[in-house]
């Protein structure tokens, strides 16, 4: 349940000595993402919005939902308008991704989870996340559902008034 991932859109080639890799860790997945260390935190956002696509269809996890951390405990939040360079992030290092649910408040990230696979926790942390994940296929099928029920009760309605317009004219 590992996913390594080299973003395609880096314009920085893999031989380039200024290029590096960054572990971005959550539960029990790792993104492997080639970046630059004059790029910021925001475009490395965009980097893992983009290796997410898999796992949150279709547009990824969205920028606004991730939050990048590190240092001891991962208890340093990484500012979107830093420089990798100036947040001293080097080649090869871990950083934890949390993400805030949909509508919660600005600040209610979950809890940052890194575990080995095959560990009781890790068995938790994906029964958790599979168990959200159905919970949001269930929302969207409902909510689509409701959609396509009033666009038919228009359709109806909107027969019926031409239906009225054409007897009475």
């Given at each position: 349940?590992s996913?390594?991932?080299l973003s395609?859109?880096s314009?920085?080639?893999p031989?380039?000595?200024?290029s590096?890799?960054?572990?971005?860790k959550?539960?029990?997945?790792?993104?492997?993402?080639?970046v630059?260390?004059?790029e910021?935190?925001?475009?490395?956002?965009?980097k893992i919005?983009?290796?997410?696509e898999?796992?949150?269809?279709?547009?990824?996890?969205?920028?606004?939902?991730?939050?990048?951390t590190?240092g001891?405990?991962?208890?340093r939040v990484?500012?979107?308008?830093?420089?990798?360079?100036?947040?001293?992030?080097?080649n090869?290092q871990?950083?934890?991704l949390?993400i805030?649910?949909?509508?919660?408040d600005?600040?209610?990230?979950?809890d940052?989870?890194?575990?080995e696979?095959g560990?009781p926790?890790?068995?938790a942390?994906?029964?958790?996340?599979e168990e959200?994940?159905?919970?949001?296929?269930?929302?969207t099928?409902?909510?689509?559902?409701?959609?396509?029920a009033?666009?038919?009760?228009q359709?109806?309605l909107?027969d019926?008034?031409?239906r009225?317009?054409?007897?009475?004219?």
């Amino acid at each position: 349940r590992s996913l390594a991932l080299l973003s395609p859109s880096s314009s920085v080639s893999p031989q380039s000595p200024a290029s590096m890799h960054v572990r971005v860790k959550r539960g029990t997945k790792t993104f492997f993402i080639l970046v630059h260390p004059s790029e910021t935190i925001m475009e490395l956002k965009q980097k893992i919005q983009s290796a997410t696509e898999i796992d949150f269809p279709p547009t990824g996890l969205h920028i606004e939902r991730q939050r990048l951390t590190s240092g001891p405990n991962m208890a340093r939040v990484l500012e979107d308008r830093y420089q990798l360079s100036q947040l001293k992030v080097d080649n090869d290092q871990v950083l934890a991704l949390t993400i805030r649910a949909d509508g919660e408040d600005e600040s209610a990230y979950e809890d940052v989870v890194i575990c080995e696979i095959g560990t009781p926790e890790a068995e938790a942390w994906i029964a958790k996340e599979e168990e959200a994940r159905a919970k949001e296929r269930e929302e969207t099928a409902a909510r689509d559902a409701a959609e396509a029920a009033e666009r038919a009760a228009q359709m109806k309605l909107d027969d019926v008034v031409n239906r009225e317009k054409e007897g009475g004219g």
